[in-house]
């Protein structure tokens, strides 16, 4: 008899941990409003998700670049400028971003400084508007 007592008290305690396991474990993994997307992407998926959704552009080439031409409804914020941070830190960080430059190296650095300074929604075109005209997209 006890020791069939002792089997159940065991048993017990195995599924209560379990339980108890589980329940701290979905707690953990529950997303949280703070889930940043700050990510490189192709000209395709970049064209997609501005299609998609109401995106700030920024163009973040020289102002002569930007005059060459750029994608529509694009806001030129010069990389090279001297207040650029100061401009980049003056976002709306809870507003999704589109970021490009002529090849993807400044862009990628502002996608990194974005993220610094809290943004939750930023994409990066890979290859910058060189991988965008490469790809057949209209400027």
Known sequence: ????????????????????YYAHTSQESLPTNTA??????????????NAEQQRIIIDVRTPQEFSSGHLEG???IDFYSTEFTD?????????????????????????????????TDVLDLEGGIAAWVESGKPL
Do not use: P, W
């Open 74 to 76: 694009a806001h030129n």
């Open 36 to 49: 940043r997307m700050l990510e490189s992407v192709n000209a395709t998926v970049f064209d997609t998700r």
């Open 87 to 119: 401009t980049i830190s003056t976002l709306d960080t809870s507003a999704a971003y589109s970021v490009y430059c002529r090849s993807g190296n400044r862009s990628g650095q502002t996608l990194e400084l974005m993220e610094s300074l809290g943004f």
């Open 1 to 20: 008899m006890y020791k069939k007592i002792g089997i159940l008290l065991v048993g017990i305690v195995v599924l209560g941990g379990e339980g108890i």
